[in-house]
C-alpha cells in the first residue's frame, strides 16, 4: 500500500501541552536535583582524593612484607606487623565485650522495658555517654581498669575501654535495628500466646540481624582508629613480637596499634622516611574499608532477602 | 443458655482518659455477639481486656472483673495459656515475616506441640477453615507476608484459629477482603459457632445482623443496647440511638 494513503490524522492541540507554569516547574525540579546531585558527589570527592594521596605518599613502601615484618633501627625501617596485630586485637577483643552487652541491653530497652522513669534515665545515659569525648573514656579506662581494678596497662584494659566507648553507639544502632520490626508483627504473636521471649527469638531477631551486625561492625573502624583511650591503657610505643604468628600477643600484654603508631612516627621519630606515615595510615585505612565493605555485603545480602 | 463470658462493671483508662466507663453484659456459650458502634467506642480495648494484651500498653489501668467460665481473667496465672483460649483477629491482616506454614505453626508451636504429622493436620485443617487452603496448599513454603491483603486476613485467621481457641474475637476482619471471601468466612463462622463463643466487632451493622443472635451498641464506651437481634434490628430498639446508628442516620 502507497504510505502516503494512509490518512493523515488533523493536527489537534493536545490538551497536555507545556505552558510556561510547567516549564518553569521543570526547571526548577533540574536545578533542585543538580544540588542535591552536587552535594552526594561532594561527600565521594574528600574520601577519593584522601586515599588517592595516601596512595601516591605511601607507594614507595608499600609492599607484602610491611605488613608481616616488624618495625627496625628506631621504627624507622621495617613494616608495621606488631602494630597490625596489636589493632587487631584490640577491636576483635573489645568488639567481644561490646557486641554481647551492647546488643543484649539494647534488646531489653527496645523489647522489654516499660516507659518509666528508669528506662529514661538509662536512655538518656546511653545517648550521654555516645557523646563523650575518647580522651575521657581514656581517662576513666586508666582509673576504672589500670589502676583501681588492678589489671595494669594491657590488652584487656585498654579493650575494656575501648568497650565503654563503643557499646552506646551499638545500643543505639541495635534499638534502631530492632524498632524497624513492625510492632503490629509483635502483637500477631502476643495475641496467639507467645511470650516476649517466643516473640523475640522467632519473629524481631530475625528480622533485624542485618540493622544489628552493621551497627557492630561499622564500630571496628571506630575502635581501630581511636588513639587516645588506648594510650594510657595497654598501648605501647614499641614492642617487638614473633613475625608471623598470629596469638604474639597475650591478653595481658602491651601492644602495638596501629592508630598509636602513627602518631609516634609521625610526632616523635626523627629521620624517619617521608612515606612512612601515610603507608601506616594506608594500611589503617585499608583495613578499616575492607571490614566496612565487608559488612555492606553482608547487609546486601540479608537485605535482598526482605521479607516485608 | 451457659455464661461464657461475665464482664462487671468494666472500666479502662489509658492514663487520665477513661474509655469505658464501666459496663456490664454476659456472652452465652456458642453465639455470635454482635458488636457495633461509631470508631473510639472502644469495641477494641473490649477485646484487648479479655485477652490480657492491654497489659502490653503500660498507661492502661483497668478494674471491675471479666469472668470467663466463671474464672477472674485477671487472676489468671498463666496468661499465655489464657490468650491461647482465646482467637484474636486484628482489624489489618498481619502475616508475620515467616512461611505460611510457620504462621499457622507459630502458636502450637509456642504451646509445645512439636509432632510433624500433628502440626500438618492443624495447619490444613485452620487454612481450609479460614478459607484459604486451595489458594496456599502448593506454596506452603512462602512467606506469609508476600500474600495479598485478602489472603493475609485469612491467614490471621487461620492463625487465630490453630490454638483451638473456645472463644473467636473478631475485630472489622472483614474491612481488607472482598465481599465474595468476607461471605465465605461468614459462613465459616457458621459452622464454628457449634465449637466456640464468637464476638463479632464489626463496623457493618448488616454483618451483625446476618451472624449475630445478639448484639450490643457501643458508643463512647458505655453499653446504649444490648438486645435479640430481633429488638436492635426492628423499628422500635429500646434505645432511640440504636435505630438511628443502625439506621444510618448518626454515626
Not at chain 1, 577519593?48 to 618495625?71: C, D, E, M, R, V
Not at chain 2, 456459650?29 to 485477652?51: D, F, Y
Amino acid at each position: 500500500m502507497n504510505p502516503s494513503a494512509i490518512p493523515i490524522q488533523p493536527e489537534t492541540v493536545s490538551r497536555f501541552t507545556e505552558t510556561p507554569l510547567i516549564r518553569k516547574k521543570h526547571r526548577r525540579e533540574l536545578v533542585a536535583k543538580g544540588i542535591f546531585g552536587a552535594m552526594a558527589l561532594a561527600m565521594v570527592i574528600p574520601l577519593l582524593i584522601i586515599i588517592g594521596y595516601l596512595l601516591i605518599k605511601a607507594w614507595p613502601l608499600l609492599s607484602w612484607g610491611f605488613l608481616t615484618h616488624n618495625p627496625t633501627n628506631g621504627m624507622r625501617q621495617g613494616g608495621v606487623w606488631s602494630a597490625f596485630l596489636g589493632t587487631i586485637y584490640l577491636v576483635v577483643v573489645s568488639l567481644c565485650i561490646a557486641a554481647p552487652v551492647g546488643v543484649l541491653s539494647a534488646v531489653y530497652l527496645n523489647e522489654y522495658a516499660k516507659e518509666n522513669w528508669f528506662t529514661r534515665i538509662v536512655n538518656l545515659a546511653v545517648l550521654n555517654l555516645a557523646g563523650v569525648p575518647s580522651i575521657v573514656h581514656a581517662l576513666f579506662g586508666l582509673g576504672a581498669f589500670v589502676l583501681f581494678a588492678g589489671i595494669g596497662r594491657s590488652i584487656i584494659a585498654a579493650s575494656l575501654t575501648l568497650a565503654i566507648m563503643t557499646m552506646p553507639v551499638i545500643i543505639a544502632s541495635t534499638k534502631e535495628a530492632l524498632a524497624s520490626v513492625p510492632m503490629n508483627f509483635r502483637e500477631a504473636c502476643w495475641n496467639v500466646g507467645a511470650s516476649r521471649w517466643q516473640t523475640i527469638k522467632g519473629i524481631v531477631l530475625p528480622n533485624s540481624l542485618s540493622g544489628i551486625l552493621t551497627g557492630v561492625i561499622l564500630q571496628v573502624s571506630r575502635t581501630a582508629g581511636e588513639t587516645a583511650p588506648i594510650m594510657f591503657t595497654g598501648a605501647v610505643f614499641y614492642r617487638d613480637i614473633v613475625e608471623g604468628n598470629l596469638f604474639a600477643y597475650k591478653l595481658t600484654d602491651q601492644c602495638m596499634a596501629l592508630s598509636m603508631h602513627l602518631f609516634a612516627v609521625s610526632t616523635q621519630v626523627t629521620n624517619a622516611p617521608e612515606a612512612l606515615p601515610y603507608a601506616i595510615a594506608v594500611v589503617l585505612l585499608g583495613s578499616v574499608l575492607l571490614v566496612n565493605a565487608t559488612a555492606i555485603i553482608v547487609r546486601t545480602y540479608l537485605r535482598s532477602r526482605k521479607k516485608w | 443458655m451457659v455464661k461464657k463470658i461475665e464482664v462487671q462493671d468494666l472500666r479502662l483508662r489509658y492514663g487520665h482518659k477513661e474509655v469505658i466507663h464501666g459496663i456490664s453484659f454476659d456472652i452465652y456459650r456458642n453465639e455470635i455477639l454482635g458488636v457495633i458502634g461509631p470508631a473510639q467506642s472502644g469495641k477494641t480495648s473490649l477485646l484487648r481486656c479479655i485477652n490480657r494484651t492491654i497489659e502490653f500498653t503500660a498507661s492502661a489501668k483497668l478494674s471491675g472483673t471479666i469472668r470467663i467460665d466463671g474464672e477472674d481473667v485477671q487472676k489468671v496465672k498463666n496468661v499465655y495459656e489464657l490468650r491461647r483460649k482465646i482467637g484474636m483477629v486484628a482489624p489489618l491482616p498481619v502475616g508475620l515475616p515467616i512461611t505460611i506454614y510457620d504462621n499457622v505453626a507459630f502458636a502450637p508451636r509456642a504451646a509445645g506441640m512439636t509432632s510433624k504429622s500433628d502440626l500438618d493436620g492443624l495447619v490444613e485443617k485452620c487454612l481450609r477453615q479460614a478459607a484459604l487452603w486451595d489458594e496456599v496448599k502448593d506454596r506452603l513454603d512462602s512467606l506469609g507476608t508476600k500474600l495479598s491483603g485478602g489472603q493475609q486476613q485469612r491467614l490471621t485467621i487461620a492463625r487465630a484459629l490453630s490454638h483451638q481457641p473456645e472463644i473467636l474475637c473478631l475485630d472489622e476482619f472483614s474491612i481488607a477482603i472482598d465481599p465474595v471471601t468476607t461471605m465465605r468466612i461468614e459462613d465459616v463462622l457458621k459452622d464454628l459457632k457449634k465449637e466456640m463463643t464468637i464476638i463479632l466487632v464489626t463496623n457493618l451493622v448488616q454483618q451483625a445482623r446476618r451472624l449475630a443472635a445478639r448484639t450490643m451498641f457501643l458508643w463512647n464506651g458505655e453499653i446504649i443496647e444490648l438486645n435479640d437481634n430481633d429488638v436492635i434490628f426492628s423499628d422500635k430498639p429500646v434505645s432511640r440511638k440504636t435505630y438511628e446508628y443502625v439506621n444510618g442516620i448518626f454515626g
